[in-house]
C-alpha cells in the first residue's frame, strides 16, 4: 500500500495555488492535487471521465461494456477506445509474464470470492479444474475493434489494470488541461509530474502491515518528480483456506491463490498501467525473482515487502528503486 504525505501539500508561493480534488471512484477514492493560478479542472471532470471508464470496464456495473461482453449469450462487443488500450495492454504483459497475468481469470476470482459473485466456502480442486477450462486468453480474439469469446463461459476482469489505466487518463488530462505539477492517486495507484512550489519532489511513503496486527506502518519514503508507482498487496484480501492465509491474487494457470513469501510489491515505471500490470504479475514470484525480472524491463524499479523463513518481514529493492529514496 502506498501512502500520501503531508509534505507535498505546501505551498509558499503568492502565484501558484494548491488545488486538490477527491471522491469516490472504482470502489475506492480519487485525491488529485495540482498547482495553478486558478481552477483549471473542477471536479466535475474528473466525474465525467470516471464515469466514462467505468461505463466501459467496471465488472460492477451491470451496464458496463465488460458486463456485456461477460453474459454467456454474448459472443463479442464492439470496443471503446478505452477498452482498446487496457485489452492490447493485457495481451502484452499475458505474453510478457507466460500467462501469469490474465484477464480471462474472472471465473476463478469469483469462485474464489473475490468478485462480483461471492463464495460462501472455499472450493475443492474439482470445482477450480472446472472454472479453469473458460481461463486462458487463447480464448480471446480481437478483430479491428472487436473483442471476441472463443467460447461460451469466457469471462474477462481488467481489475488487475483498469485502475492504473484510469490513473493514466486523468494524469494527461491534467498535462491537456496546460498543467504541469500534479500527483494523480486513485485507490493508492499514483502518478506524478513535476512538484510543489519550493519542493524537491512529491513525497510518497510506503507501508506495511505490523505484525499479526495488520495496522499500516511507515516503512519507505519516496520522491518523485515524474512517473508512476502502484502496490500490489496480500495483506488487504484473503481468505482462510485450510489453516492457510490466501491472498486475493490468484494464479491462472494452477487455480489457486499464490503461496509466496510477499506481502507487497511497489513498483516504479512510467506509465500507472505498466506499473499496475506488473505488480500483479510480481506477486506470484519469491523475492529475489522479482529484483531480477525488473533488472530485465526498461525503467521499472521495485520495492519488496516479505517475511523471511522466520517469519519476519524483511525488505528488498532494486538499486534504481534506492535512488528513490527520500533523502
Partial sequence: ?????????????????RIRLEGPAQGTQFHITYFAPDSVVKRSEVDSILRIIDLSMSVYRKDSKISLF???TVQHIEMDKHMVHVIAASFRYN?????QFDITIAPLVNLWGFGVKKSPVAPDSATVYQAKQFVG???LKVRGNQLI???PGVKIDVNGIAQGYTVDVLADYLKYKGLSDYMVEVGGEIRVSGTAPGQQGFSIGIVQ????????????????R????????????????????????????????????????TVYAGTAIDADALDNYFMSMEPTEIIAKAKKLKDVEVFVIYKNKNQSIQ?????????LFKN
Avoid at 505474453?95 to 500467462?99: E, R
Avoid at 502496490?231 to 491463490?257: C, M, N, Q, V, W
Fill in 1 to 17: 500500500m502506498i501512502g500520501l504525505l503531508a509534505a507535498q501539500a505546501q505551498t509558499g508561493s503568492k502565484e501558484l495555488n
Fill in 149 to 151: 469469446k472463443k467460447k
Fill in 209 to 224: 502491515p505490523d505484525g499479526s496486527k495488520q495496522e499500516e506502518t511507515m516503512t519507505a519514503v519516496v520522491q518523485l
Fill in 137 to 139: 486468453m487463447h480464448n
Fill in 226 to 265: 515524474s512517473g508512476a508507482l502502484t502496490t500490489a498487496g496480500s495483506f488487504e484480501k484473503f481468505i482462510k483456506y485450510k489453516d492457510k492465509r490466501l491472498g486475493h491474487h490468484i494464479d491462472p494457470i494452477s487455480g489457486f491463490p499464490y503461496t509466496t513469501s510477499i506481502l507487497s510489491v
Fill in 315 to 323: 525488505t528488498i529493492y532494486s538499486d534504481g528503486f534506492g535512488k
Fill in 95 to 99: 505474453k510478457l509474464s507466460k500467462g
Fill in 70 to 72: 461477460n453474459q454467456d
